[in-house]
């Protein structure tokens, strides 16, 4: 059972829409991470937050943005789609200390 | 900053036998942590094994076991008796205790040949 749940699972959508992917956790971390990565190759982070109302941008630069509202809460958001943007994300979280990360099953997005 | 190397693109293996998959890291931070994580083609992360800096001896989860060499900033994960399910990518990560960011390698294909 994951406690970490990222939605929707895959999602294909046309250039130019304004898309949503969710992640949310139930374990009360408090640092939440966003990573995106193309087929086979590596992770890159391109968004974090350690609290609410806390984001700061990773070390791969994104044109997508984020918010933390809620401790539980950190969707990622594109204002306008492009196929450049093809790629999976994935959500992870940890409460830091010696926790391990949890990561969800990510996102699969194809931008056409 | 953080770095991590892995030099490694693919590796084969004859079921049955064990594999090493390499990985060397950088950091100025003088505790962090080290993981080794699973990725099959469905996509999600599986957590293997971690190794803490200050940690005196080698980790070992199963059939898993990291091979750490502070010295040489190495953390080698070693996998015996390999079966056809370690079929996968593996990503080396590393945690500095400055920072709560964790940075993973490019990764290793790994097939196990039957």
């Known amino acids: 059972e994951a406690d970490i749940y990222q939605t929707p699972r895959y999602l294909v959508i046309g250039t130019g829409k304004k898309i949503t992917l969710e992640c949310s956790q139930t374990?009360?971390?408090?640092?939440m991470y966003w990573y995106q990565q193309d087929p086979g190759m590596e992770l890159h982070l391109i968004h974090y937050?350690?609290?609410?109302?806390?984001?700061e941008k990773g070390d791969l630069s994104s044109e997508s943005t984020v918010s933390r509202i809620r401790t539980e809460h950190f969707p990622l958001t594109l204002e306008s789609a492009r196929p450049s943007h093809t790629s999976q994300y994935l959500c992870?979280?940890?409460?830091?200390?010696?926790?391990?990360?949890?990561f969800g099953s990510g996102t699969r997005l194809t931008v056409v | 900053a953080q770095k991590i190397t892995q030099t490694q693109p693919g590796m084969f293996v004859q079921e049955k036998e064990a594999v090493t998959l390499d990985c060397t890291y950088d950091?100025?931070?003088?505790?962090?942590?080290l993981f080794w994580y699973k990725q099959p083609s469905s996509g999600e992360m599986i957590f293997l094994i971690y190794?803490?800096?200050?940690?005196?001896q080698n980790a070992t989860e199963g059939r898993y076991s990291l091979n750490f060499q502070k010295a040489r900033k190495s953390a080698n994960l070693v996998i015996s008796a390999s079966q056809l399910g370690d079929s996968a990518m593996y990503f080396c990560?590393?945690?500095?205790?400055?920072?709560?960011?964790?940075?993973f390698g490019s990764g290793t294909r790994l097939l196990v040949r039957p």
């Open positions: 374990m009360g971390h408090d640092k």
């Open positions: 992870a979280s940890t409460g830091g200390g010696l926790d391990g990360y949890t």
């Open positions: 190794q803490g800096s200050y940690d005196e």
């Open positions: 990560a590393m945690r500095g205790d400055s920072s709560y960011k964790l940075i």
């Open positions: 937050s350690y609290g609410v109302n806390s984001t």
């Open positions: 950091t100025s931070d003088q505790s962090y942590g």
